[in-house]
């Protein structure tokens, strides 16, 4: 049997009030959950503050959607954001059963395979980030799987976003996990990070790339979740 996935990324806080929208199998996020500041105090500062989040607002919300069946399965990584490289295993101990946070690990579901990454490339000091060279090595440790969920996206267009100052359009992606993409071979790669390069791509190996940022690059709610990418499983020759 397929599995429908419904995907988002870089929520910065945002939850979905229309839980009933979010209908699908399994619920992808790729990171960057948290919100920024939490009781007038930056989480970046106190990132205790962000356990409580989640307790308090992530959690019962993910209960709401497994409650009312609205999906069976919640994944997540981290992002660049969520200032949990501290706390990790603690809210770890707090997720309820049906709730998976992937952390350079993998995760099992009817016979398919996904793989969490919450890595992206360093600039000014964020959570989550390496310097490329070392993300080479990261990325060259991931298996083949069927659903590559990535904070950050490959080199290409999920990863290009104009630089309103200069009018100029950059490109922002992983030239690294780029690099691993054919021998990864995943039907779905689900990222985020770069807001602009919200979209549907074609990738190198033949696989479907999915930018599922929900903002925009002015932290405005912009984009839908994504629905409708369907797993398939291979045919056995």
């Not at 996935?5 to 199998?25: I, K, Q, R, T, W």
């Not at 993910?62 to 490289?85: C, K, P, Q, R």
């Not at 799987?145 to 992983?174: F, K, T, W």
């Not at 479907?208 to 984009?223: G, M, Q």
């Amino acid at each position: 049997m397929p599995l429908e996935l419904v995907a988002m990324s870089d929520l910065h806080g945002y939850l979905p009030e229309n839980v009933d929208a979010l209908a699908g199998d399994v619920l992808v996020i790729a990171g960057d959950i948290m919100p920024d500041s939490a009781h007038r105090m930056w989480l970046r500062k106190h990132p205790g503050l962000g356990i409580t989040w989640m307790k308090d607002q992530f959690i019962p919300w993910a209960n709401s959607l497994l409650e009312y069946e609205i999906v069976d399965e919640v994944v997540f990584t981290w992002g660049n954001h969520d200032w949990t490289m501290e706390t990790t295993q603690e809210i770890r101990k707090v997720l309820p059963p049906h709730v998976h946070l992937l952390v350079d690990e993998g995760w099992e579901y009817e016979g398919f395979t996904f793989w969490g990454s919450p890595w992206s490339n360093n600039f000014d000091g964020w959570s989550w980030m390496q310097e490329p060279e070392d993300l080479a090595t990261v990325y060259a440790n991931i298996p083949p799987c069927d659903v590559l969920i990535s904070h950050q996206p490959p080199y290409g267009p999920a990863g290009m976003c104009p630089n309103y100052h200069s009018g100029r359009i950059e490109q922002l992606g992983s030239k690294e996990l780029l690099a691993e993409l054919h021998r990864i071979n995943p039907q779905f790669l689900i990222c985020g990070h770069i807001h602009e390069g919200h979209g549907l791509y074609t990738g190198p190996h033949g696989g479907t790339i999915a930018n599922v940022s929900l903002l925009d690059e002015r932290y405005d709610l912009r984009f839908r979740p994504t629905f409708n990418l369907i797993l398939q499983r291979e045919e056995v020759s």
